[in-house]
């Protein structure tokens, strides 16, 4: 579809460019009689009205996709969904990087389109690239699909100053993905980065506390427990953050909070041990 404001219409079964509802005589009458008057009604109809009629048929009925297109995405994800389950039987997947790379041809086309009108400073162009992606596989039952196209495109609105919409779009993901620890483990490490870009810290550390956490109890789900930091040093991370919030001096007592909690580290009580490593980083 060439116009992206193009609808399908469900009455005239086809594609239409909308338009603005009739003039309504009645109203213009109507609102002449009284002490309104008639010009109110005139700059609705020309500044105000919003283009959501069908230009055949002048109904409401739209909705985003024909049968013919919506068969036609149900496909591409089906098609995507058996490249992905042999890459998996094959061993191919690496759980940490999720299923990027494993689109259809039309869909990895779209993400280098964004990516090189992001790279040339249009962030708006490379936002409604990527929904054009979504389009197809938000739909999946499977939100892992979906997920490396939300996180681009959250990074994108971040980006470009839409800084709202991305926490928005955040919500939305965290909501969308309760259960798969992994995907947790990479929502709550974007969200780090954005505080850490916002200077805010404390909630970067917060955030990057989760989403360690998170990280290690997929590493224990995929019987990997020999790659679990136990001491928390391996990664810098967590005391470079506490040195910018100038809390350097009480990361070492939030270590080893961290560090007796990992003793059971599966039964680790997610809200109590972030709780309780906030409060004496905010002391
Ligand atoms: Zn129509």
Redesign the pocket.
Known sequence: MGNDKMKY?N??KKH?DPVKADWNWKWFILLTLTVVGWIPYVIYHVYFKKKNR?S????D?FSKFSPEEREQNRKRRELRKAKRTEQMSAGKEDFIEGSMGTYDDETEELLKKADIAFEEGNGNKAIKLIDKALDVYEEDEDVTVAFPLYKKKAYYLYQSGRNDEAWELYNTMYSKCDEKRILLAQLFDEKRKMLEFEMKYLGAIREAVMAKIYYDWTYLDKGREDEVDYEWTEDETFEELAKKAEKEHRWEEAREVLVEAYDDLENLDFPVVNKKVHTLLRK
């Not at 055949?56 to 109904?59: A, D, G, L, R, V």
């Open positions: 219409c009455v005239c239409v069908c055949i048929c002048q109904s009925q």
